[in-house]
């Protein structure tokens, strides 16, 4: 399959982006279309720890966590529902076992679908098992049994498939806790927009094979990383700003998923997708103030804007006073997504999609960049430089510093001195980096080659 | 779009961390701790920059004036470590600062070892290892990192480390404490693993153990375990066993806030 680079926005101004319509609706699971003018819930879960002993121990998880989320859906009346599963490790090692989960969920699906008209869908997101005990193993056997489980849960009933892809991560978890903005740009602008190509082209051609959908990645493994090392407002352990930096840059990583086959609906950790919604049109899930049983963050109500599937990242399976978390959580996205799609209905979706960003765009310099506005600018730097994964990735990181300024010259986006250094030395290292792909490559393989002990070029075909 | 006039924003929001920034720069809470010695402080400096070469050449002014190898570890790199730990524990610097100091004193480390043929010794030696399964290990990587910059010896058994090889280690290494960290809910089940086969063992070693699903809940469901929420508390409770002794109970009351 060709990878088809983008070169042009999808959206001709950010004031197009709304939640619940993408320009490229994507229609998958039973009934459902993402993107078309409604917005869904998604529901992410994790089983209690000791339900990982065996493979029957698992799948019984899965059914009681798959009913008790449908039965609520029906006892509050949601006309649509999604659910996802992030495979535990052994349900990708073993793929027998990811299928027969996702054949015991489908099934659960189909005969609520069948007796209360409901839609729904389901997502499997494989595990990234790609890894030796000491290092990334991205091409060989431990791809092949990845792909397997990709095929055995789409052909049990997987309408939705994913995976959160980790190339670039050994040189990124180095240069992130370094303030090395190179080693960032190299990680997850060349590394893994060059994994990530030969990843789902992959995906792209099982999804065909077997009717489903590909649906896109995140770069949960390297920007959401950055976002929780940098943490809360006042955490002492990675500035802010050098977090949206890592995030503008994965943006142009994760679009390369649709570049090689992937229609969405993007994962929901992937706080890039408001830009790469912008670039590619695709329907994107979001998580935010609704997955705060999984994470904190400072931008809430923000990544609700442009959402077209609405998560809450993942909970342990356990009980709560209002029911099993799943339930609960489930109840919480679906009220959400009533609110949105009232908006929808009502014609003031964009009023709605303004009150989320607003409350949030000044609360941090991520948000900020991630406003739609903003996010739309940091597309078109993308876009411009659509051909090539460095320059793009460079450029997503300059124009992030370029509006980060723009703020603070405005007046309403006050930084601490730490986030303000921390913005100049990126601004500095950026400035000293090539113009050309070959000789940061060529740079950034001898440098990483003798820092990074775990770093393997055979991962990636550069 | 809506937009708000720049007055109304803190009536939706405080960015506490804008107001309760220290005034003084990183540069001058640090020159209020290097020592007073001009070639000690010479050392603090280059760890403080993370600058590995000036922090062998601040060495090498040391060794010229007669100073034993081994001793300029716990009289210099460790002291000028120190200064860059004391600013991240009053959140004067961040940890981007503290990992380039720590790259630098353990070069240093590295070339005072390789002047003698004696060996250093380590407060105390901690075994690190990522729970079977799991290979997130920036988390572990950091604890490793901070321990070391404390001057406890790390026993790294790296990532997605089988149970059997945690005990093993343990029982080889006779550590004040282990630990263990996990991002999935699964995984961190090989914690109650390891923690069983130790009990089963008569070890009873404080076994402190953190990261994405853990919590203190699940880890106070085993005898030995001890939640460590930050990275930074894996040295401060190896600080405060070596302080107060490995009792499991007095490290859960000054550890667990939940």
């Not at chain 1, 990811?98 to 069948?114: F, M, P, T």
């Not at chain 1, 049994?145 to 050994?170: N, P, R, T, W, Y």
């Not at chain 1, 609704?290 to 809450?312: E, F, I, P, R, Y």
């Amino acid at each position: 399959m060709a990878v088809n680079r983008y070169t042009k926005m999808a959206y001709a101004n950010a004031d197009e982006m709304v939640f619940g319509k993408a320009k490229f609706p994507v229609k998958g699971g039973l009934g459902l279309e993402i993107g078309a003018g409604y917005t869904i819930p998604e529901v992410n879960y994790a089983p209690r720890p000791q339900a990982g002993v065996s493979k029957e121990a698992l799948v019984k998880e899965y059914e009681r966590i798959t009913k008790d989320i449908m039965a609520r859906a029906v006892q509050i009346g949601f006309p649509a529902i999604s659910l996802e599963s992030e495979h535990v490790q052994q349900m990708s090692n073993n793929p027998d076992w990811g299928a027969e989960v996702a054949h015991v969920q489908k099934s659960i699906l189909e005969e609520y679908h069948e007796e209360y008209g409901i839609k729904c869908g389901l997502r499997h997101t494989i595990g990234d098992i790609r890894e030796d005990r000491d290092f990334l193993a991205l091409r060989g056997a431990k791809n092949d049994v990845m792909l397997e489980a990709f095929e055995k849960c789409a052909a049990q009933g997987a309408d939705f498939l994913s995976i959160e892809s980790m190339g670039g991560k050994e040189v990124f978890d180095h240069a992130i806790i370094r303030d090395d903005i190179a080693g960032v740009l190299f990680g997850i602008g060349v590394l893994g927009s060059n994994d990530m190509e030969f990843v789902w082209q992959n995906i792209a051609a099982i999804a065909k094979k077997t009717g489903r959908i590909a649906a896109g990645d995140t770069d949960c493994a390297q920007a959401n990383t950055a976002m929780f090392i940098a943490g809360g407002l006042l955490d002492k352990n990675l500035a802010h700003t050098t977090a949206i930096v890592a995030r503008c840059v994965a943006a142009a990583r994760t679009l390369t998923a649709y570049e090689s086959g992937a229609t969405g609906p993007g994962k929901d950790c992937g706080y890039e997708h408001t830009i790469v919604k912008a670039i590619a049109g695709i329907p994107i899930s979001q998580e935010g103030k609704s997955s705060t049983c999984a994470h904190a963050d400072v931008l809430g109500n923000l990544t609700m804007q442009c959402c077209d599937m609405w998560s809450n990242e993942s909970v342990e399976y356990h009980g709560e006073f209002g029911g099993t978390t799943v339930q609960v959580w489930a109840e919480t996205l679906g009220y959400d997504c009533a609110l949105m799609n009232t908006a929808l209905k009502t014609g003031n979706e964009k009023v709605l999609r303004d009150l989320c960003m607003l409350s949030d765009r000044y609360r941090d310099p991520q948000g900020y960049v991630l406003a739609y506005d903003n996010a739309y600018r940091v597309g078109e730097a993308i876009a411009a430089n659509g051909n090539d994964t460095y320059l793009r990735a460079k450029a997503a990181a300059e124009m992030c510093c370029k509006i980060l300024d723009e703020g603070i010259k405005g007046g309403k986006l006050i930084l601490t001195r730490f986030e303000a250094n921390a913005l100049e030395a990126v601004k500095k290292d950026l400035a000293a980096l090539p113009t050309e792909r070959n000789k940061f490559i060529e740079q950034c393989m001898a440098k990483y080659k003798a820092e990074v002990a775990v770093f393997r070029p055979e991962n990636y075909s550069l | 779009m809506l937009d708000f006039k720049k007055e109304d924003i803190a009536t939706i929001l405080v960015r506490y961390n804008v107001a309760m920034e220290k005034t003084m720069t990183p540069d001058e809470a640090a020159e209020q701790l290097y020592p007073k010695d001009p070639l000690l402080k010479a050392v603090a400096v280059a760890i403080y920059e993370g600058e590995e070469d000036d922090v062998i050449d601040a060495l090498d002014a040391l060794l010229d004036c007669g100073k034993a190898p081994l001793s300029l570890i716990d009289q210099a790199l460790l002291p000028g470590m120190a200064v860059v730990s004391n600013l991240y524990d009053q959140g004067i610097v961040f940890l981007p600062n503290v990992m380039m100091s720590a790259d630098a004193m353990l070069e240093g480390i590295e070339y005072c070892k390789s002047k003698t043929k004696e060996l250093p010794k380590a407060k105390a030696t901690i075994v690190c290892h990522v729970a079977e399964g799991d290979v997130h290990d920036i988390g572990k990587t950091i604890v490793a990192a901070l321990l070391k910059a404390d001057g406890f010896e790390v026993v790294d058994l790296g990532r997605d480390v089988p149970v059997d090889e945690v005990v093993a280690a343990i029982v080889q290494h006779k550590p004040l404490m282990a630990t263990g960290t996990a991002l999935m809910t699964t995984t961190m089940y090989a914690f109650k693993e390891i923690n069983d086969k130790l009990v089963e063992k008569g070890i009873k070693v404080p076994f402190q153990c953190g990261g994405g699903a853990v919590n203190q809940e699940f880890v106070e469901s085993y005898s030995l375990g001890i939640y460590g929420e930050e990275a930074s508390d894996a040295a401060k409770a190896a600080n405060f066993i070596l302080k107060n002794g490995a009792g499991i109970d007095k490290l859960r009351d000054a550890f667990h806030n939940h």
